[in-house]
């Protein structure tokens, strides 16, 4: 079995030898084998690179900042290529407990999971230090995602993860601003099973999010990454919801108007709402059909995530 230890970083000269050492520590002790270490370096103007090196982990550093999201299909992708079984992912701010690495590592060699997410709000208390606006930006989103894969989870936006071999073969992502939400509905339209595990966490007063140190801007680029997750797997759900959405809030229109015409034969002085009536309906049909279409470029889709997830299937078998 190998084992990859994925921690993304920039700027985290402090923590990156801790996180190192400790993780790979927490692996050895729990199935007695060392794992290979990863560190992206995403645009560092310290010297975290250098101190990881240091502490035996293999480096790939980028002058300057291309994002979480394409660096984490950067470490999948070096992940299948050098035959993985397993990928951990860990931040290298040291707010993740590493002592929680064998909790996620456990479901995936028993079996009993491919995709396992640490949880940060079992308890339902608030989180030390995480702001307020964060802690509810994060519920809401977990509700979001919940209610589009169809099943309940409390925390989506964890970076703490391990991945099973299938999970990283059938992970196909279009990458950029981050990633965690993505994941989980790729994986979950694939029908992988995904577990949460509650975790400790610590955030630090003076440290501010990268990802999230802007909620607007955070709430815009997840949502066009959540949206367009959607449209490429399931078109037809979020089409055909706008679609009965505006079919339902036209029906008292549409019936008070029909109506009228038939007791007294005409729609004088609601014409204007006669005309609006109308193209909404045109609208709901029209959006209907735009998704019964992608709908079917979905299936291709899918037929060309089958095809990857053979072809990195097969390669792998022939390496061995």
Same mark, same amino acid.
């Given at each position: 079995?190998?084992?990859? @230890?994925?921690?993304?970083?920039?700027?985290?000269?402090?923590?990156?030898?801790? @996180?190192?050492?400790?993780?790979?520590?927490?692996?050895?002790?729990? +199935?007695?084998?060392?794992?290979?270490? /990863?560190? %992206?370096?995403?645009?560092?103007?310290?010297?975290?690179?250098? +101190?990881? &090196?240091?502490?035996?982990?293999?480096?790939?550093?980028? =002058?300057?900042?291309? !994002?979480?999201?394409?660096?984490?299909?950067?470490?999948?992708?070096?992940?299948?290529?050098?035959?993985?079984?397993? /990928?951990?992912?860990?931040?290298?701010?040291?707010?993740?407990?590493?002592?929680?690495?064998?909790?996620?590592?456990?479901?995936?060699? &028993?079996?009993?999971?491919?995709?396992?997410?640490?949880?940060?709000?079992?308890?339902?208390?608030?989180?030390?230090?995480?702001?307020?606006?964060?802690?509810?930006?994060?519920?809401?989103?977990?509700? *979001? %995602?919940?209610?589009? %894969?169809?099943? &309940?989870?409390?925390?989506?936006?964890?970076?703490?993860?391990?991945?099973?071999?299938?999970?990283?073969?059938?992970?196909?992502?279009?990458?950029?601003?981050?990633?965690?939400?993505? @994941?989980?509905?790729?994986?979950?339209?694939?029908?992988?099973?995904?577990?949460?595990?509650?975790?400790?966490?610590?955030?630090?007063?003076?440290?501010?999010?990268?990802?999230?140190?802007?909620?607007?801007?955070?709430?815009?680029?997840?949502?066009?990454?959540?949206?367009?997750?959607?449209?490429?797997? =399931?078109?037809?759900?979020?089409?055909?919801?706008?679609?009965?959405?505006?079919?339902?809030?036209? #029906?008292?229109?549409?019936?008070?108007?029909?109506?009228?015409?038939? /007791? +007294?034969?005409?729609?004088?002085?609601?014409?204007?709402?006669?005309?609006?009536?109308?193209? #909404? +309906?045109? #609208?709901?049909?029209? *959006? *209907?059909?735009? !998704?019964?279409? #992608?709908?079917?470029?979905?299936?291709?889709?899918?037929?060309?995530?089958?095809?990857?997830?053979?072809?990195?299937?097969?390669?792998?078998?022939?390496?061995?």
């Amino acid at each position: 079995m190998k084992i990859l @230890v994925f921690i993304p970083a920039k700027n985290e000269s402090v923590s990156i030898k801790e @996180v190192i050492n400790n993780s790979r520590s927490e692996v050895e002790k729990f +199935i007695n084998f060392s794992p290979e270490v /990863l560190v %992206i370096d995403d645009g560092s103007t310290d010297n975290t690179s250098e +101190i990881a &090196k240091e502490n035996k982990a293999t480096v790939i550093r980028h =002058k300057i900042n291309i !994002g979480l999201g394409e660096i984490f299909m950067e470490a999948t992708e070096y992940a299948v290529k050098k035959n993985f079984d397993i /990928l951990i992912t860990i931040d290298g701010d040291g707010q993740f407990d590493t002592h929680d690495i064998p909790k996620l590592l456990d479901p995936i060699l &028993k079996k009993e999971a491919d995709f396992v997410t640490g949880n940060r709000f079992n308890s339902g208390h608030d989180i030390k230090n995480m702001p307020k606006l964060k802690q509810w930006g994060n519920k809401k989103m977990s509700k *979001l %995602i919940s209610s589009i %894969i169809l099943d &309940k989870y409390q925390d989506v936006s964890c970076g703490f993860r391990v991945y099973s071999k299938e999970a990283l073969l059938n992970l196909n992502l279009n990458g950029g601003f981050t990633y965690t939400h993505e @994941v989980f509905l790729n994986l979950a339209f694939k029908k992988i099973k995904i577990k949460e595990i509650p975790i400790n966490v610590t955030y630090f007063a003076k440290r501010k999010s990268r990802i999230a140190n802007n909620i607007f801007k955070y709430t815009f680029n997840t949502s066009k990454i959540i949206i367009n997750s959607v449209i490429k797997y =399931k078109p037809l759900k979020i089409f055909g919801r706008i679609s009965s959405f505006l079919l339902i809030i036209n #029906l008292p229109i549409s019936l008070i108007l029909t109506i009228r015409y038939i /007791l +007294i034969g005409v729609l004088s002085p609601y014409k204007a709402f006669g005309i609006i009536s109308f193209l #909404l +309906i045109l #609208l709901a049909i029209f *959006l *209907l059909i735009v !998704g019964i279409i #992608l709908e079917n470029i979905s299936k291709l889709q899918i037929n060309i995530d089958k095809i990857l997830y053979h072809e990195r299937k097969n390669n792998n078998f022939t390496e061995k």
